[in-house]
């Protein structure tokens, strides 16, 4: 059974950066469509950002020139760099494997492996 493991969450003012990681126990994630998701509690789980096995990359328009997703050489760990964070990026941060996306590279249908515990970020002067 994988288990995901995020962590670099913490509290930041407006402004700032944070640097999230994400590894998996059981698997490697070079082989697989990788992206961050977010969730605020009351609300759906969104996603935020995609990594393609060809390493291209989107992002929700709430985030985009802000974050940005990528992989370690070695593929076992993707990373979430948060730049000029703002109030409403805080909220409970996770990696998963997307079953599919679209063509203009938007994650459908599910998830790959059970939820981890994500990482919390909060963004609050």
């Known amino acids: 059974q994988v288990q995901l493991v995020e962590s670099g969450g913490g509290l930041v003012q407006p402004g700032e950066s944070l640097r999230l990681s994400c590894v998996g126990s059981?698997?490697?994630?070079?082989?697989?469509?990788m992206a961050w998701y977010r969730q605020i509690p009351g609300k759906r789980r969104e996603w935020v950002a995609i990594?393609?096995?060809?390493?291209?990359?989107n992002y929700a328009d709430s985030v985009k020139g802000r974050f940005t997703i990528s992989r370690s050489s070695a593929g076992d760990a993707i990373y979430l760099q948060m730049n000029d964070l703002r109030p409403e990026d805080t909220a409970m941060y996770y990696c998963n494997s997307p079953r599919a996306y679209t063509s203009n590279f938007v994650p459908v249908a599910g998830e790959v492996w059970p939820w981890g515990q994500g990482t919390q970020v909060t963004v609050s002067s």
């Open positions: 990594i393609t096995l060809g390493d291209t990359t």
């Open positions: 059981g698997t490697t994630f070079r082989t697989y469509t």
